[in-house]
């Protein structure tokens, strides 16, 4: 079904058996759910759980949508560890490690690993702005301080700091560098790379208002934060266009255009936090600095999430299943649209 049409990555016999677990699709950049400025964790769960029902083939934490930044280092690992364990061997999940040191870079790597990751996310250092060479050697300290497989991560609109072609090129040699998120938006990078990182190196989307187009254009998938709202028409898009249903594809990229504009209409993860709280999954609670959605944003979030909602339930009614060990949720207003 879903997993058949995906590319698997294959490095070598030692890597094998997670190999085949990590490939494209439709990956989700999951959000941290917050209440009275605690994490979750019923929430979180169920999160998880509803994505892995829905056919996405990864739980991506502790990114920028899971607001990172304002987590500490034990809440980092207990947002993985729960991840881990809801997911466990059906899907990889992918945390991010990255600081703008590398020292501290490698302790969240470290960390990650002994929590359950099957594999990192690696942001170039912020803040710091090294240059190509420092980029190099910084993910090169990485990879050798852990043993699973690492993805880059090019948003040079967050970090100012972006990562050069020749740069991936020299890293994909690297045993475990096993793919790039690419949020720059340059929908010419895949068929520039491609001869450049080989077949079973993975090209992943970070941008979900063209990740479509850059499907097209030669990538694998995206990690996507519209997968928040939208699990099975994400999943099912990308099954599309690995079955060679160009039809559906096109159809479901047009379904889903309206709403990847409106989860960015403010900083992420502001309007995708307002989204699922509106869908009773989770509160609308962030952390300082971040603020929530605007009353005049409002109105587009839940127009476009309206769009879609009903496709998208057809698709896949939304299952709760039963959780061990983990509260129950008692403060989420279940109210609907």
Known sequence: MFRSFMRSWTRNTRQAPLAKSLRGGSLVALPTPFFHNR?????????????IECGTSALVVCTTTGEASSLS???????????????GDRVPVIAGAGTCSTAGSIALASQAERAGAAALLCVTPYYMRP?????????????????????????????????ADDTIER?????????????????????????RVGDEFLLLSGDDITQAMHRVAGGDGCISVTANVTPALCADMHHAWGRGDLRTFNRIADLLAPLSRALFVETNPIPVKYALSKMALIADELRMP?????????????????????VEQRMHP?????LVGIAPVEHLAWSRW
Do not use: W
Request: aromatic fraction near 2%.
């Open 73 to 87: 280092q034990l809440e980092q690992c207990r947002v993985i560890e729960i991840a881990a364990d809801i997911a």
């Open 290 to 310: 971040l603020t929530p959605l605007s009353q005049d944003c409002e109105k587009t979030v839940d127009m476009a999430v309206e769009s879609v909602r009903s």
């Open 39 to 51: 994490i979750d964790e019923n929430a979180f769960a169920k999160m998880c759980a509803r994505q």
């Open 318 to 322: 939304v299952i709760q299943p039963p």
């Open 131 to 163: 240059t190509q060479e420092g980029i190099y050697r910084h993910m090169c300290a990485i990879h050798d301080a852990v043993t699973i497989p690492m993805i880059l991560y090019d948003v040079p609109m967050r970090t100012a700091c972006a990562l």
């Open 171 to 195: 890293l994909a040699r690297l045993e475990r560098i096993v793919g790039l998120k690419d949020a720059t938006g340059d929908l010419e990078r895949p068929a520039r790379l491609r001869p």
